[in-house]
């Protein structure tokens, strides 16, 4: 995996000069602790623990929201070059059904329970967001599935009518979403979990210095912004099946500034090859974080450059079943990408944030830090700092 953006800062910064998988030549001492120059580490091992990294705000992505450009979409997953990749990670996403939940009086309600019935089955479940939206999906891990006999069930009320299915017809979603209003439904507490899910293999090394350095401002500015709703931070960090630890976790808390100290005392290290342990790495974030259920929003950033084991023994199963437990939960995952070569990751990704509602966040060359990052297979994009792009989103899904 590349450590373009690490690299890049390091030199920027005159900390060192690195030789091979990213080690520093002669070493590197600060108050902060010590760069190995065997491994690339400081401290107890991985190169980034308590580096003191670059100024906040330097690094540039973009987002993409292929739910909001369904038609987009479509073309990629019917065109001849990207076509095949539903069947690489078992993810079929040709039948929709996007739903929008509101009151009498046109309020769109969040935290509300959506759920698709097929016959007398329940085929999925989701939850409205903080804008009264959801979508549902007819079997979108069986590359056939048919579409008769199909209802929407909203708090536990089945709806009259069949819903409308997008498929890959090439039109807006706006044109086939299906509107449901609903009395009485139970407020949704002014409460927000944020979670953040962070590879820490050793290409990742230049990304948790990023949040070590501008989670305390990103927070601090979503907060600013967002007074009135209780919001609540937590972490996992994973690397993979052979190394220090798989998975660990940080649960939530209403003081981020716990959250912070927490991803402060972590560090890059391990790996080897491109895959990691992301089903692990969702597994956990399912079971070690005590998500409220009963909140306005959940959402959690998946930060990445790597894609999962899609052929080892109960991955792809183990994928599947979190993201369906993610969207029943209404917990959006927001991937970002962050320098890898690999379209396998790029599209892995993308499934995850369009089966839970989510988007698409990747880095991008406009900073001018780091090498080239692969360029995404998306229309017109707005270039942003990563700082204001998360602050946006996060601000866009609790507010």
């Known amino acids: 995996m590349r450590k373009t953006v690490f690299l890049a800062l390091a030199a920027v910064l ?24 065997s491994d690339g580490a400081m401290g107890p091992g991985g190169y980034g623990q308590g580096r003191p ?61 959506v759920s698709l019935e097929q016959g007398q089955k329940t085929i999925w479940t989701a939850r409205t967001d903080n804008l009264g939206e959801a979508d549902c999906w007819v079997e979108p891990y069986l590359r056939q599935a048919g579409t008769e006999d199909l209802a929407i069930v909203i708090d536990g009320v089945r709806q009259a009518g069949a819903p409308k299915v ?33 590879d820490a293999t050793g290409s990742m090394g230049d990304e948790i210095a990023f949040l070590k350095k501008d989670l305390i401002n990103i927070l601090d500015r979503v907060k600013g912004g967002q007074s009135d709703i209780e919001l609540r931070t937590g972490t996992v960090f994973y690397r993979d099946s052979g190394d220090e630890y798989v998975t660990k976790f940080s649960d939530f808390t209403r003081d981020y500034r716990e959250t912070v100290r927490y991803i402060s005392m972590q560090y890059a290290r391990g790996g080897g090859d491109l895959p990691e342990a992301v089903h692990t790495a969702l597994e956990a974030g399912l079971k070690d974080l005590s998500w409220n259920l009963n909140a306005r929003a959940r959402v959690a950033f998946l930060i990445l450059d790597a894609p999962a084991h899609r052929d080892h023994q109960g991955v792809i199963e183990s994928l599947q079943a979190s993201i369906k437990r993610y969207a029943e939960s209404g917990i959006k995952i927001i991937p970002v990408f962050c320098s890898s070569p690999s379209k396998e990751c790029e599209f892995m990704c993308r499934y995850f944030a369009i089966l839970t509602g989510g988007t698409y ?3 991008t060359d406009d900073s001018g830090v780091g090498g080239d990052h692969i360029e995404a297979s998306v229309g017109q994009f707005q270039v942003e700092s990563l700082n204001d792009l998360l602050v946006r989103l996060i ?5």
């Open 53 to 113: 990294g670059g100024q906040a705000g330097v690094l540039t992505a973009g987002e993409w929201n292929d739910l909001a450009n369904w038609d987009f979409w479509s073309g990629l997953m019917t065109g001849q070059e990207y076509g095949n990749v539903s069947e690489l990670w078992g993810f079929y996403t040709s039948r929709r059904i996007a739903v929008r939940v509101a009151d009498a009086a046109g309020n769109r309600l969040p935290a509300v329970t």
């Open 14 to 37: 005159g900390f060192a000069s690195c030789t091979k998988e990213g080690a520093w030549g002669d070493g590197y001492k600060s108050d902060m602790g010590e760069y190995s120059a």
């Open 395 to 399: 601000a866009k899904y609790i507010g």
């Open 361 to 363: 966040v990747f880095l």
């Open 166 to 198: 997008t498929g890959w017809n090439i039109q807006t979603p706006e044109a086939d979403v299906n509107f449901y209003v609903i009395d009485n439904a139970p407020a949704a507490e002014k409460r927000a979990d944020l979670a953040f899910i962070v």
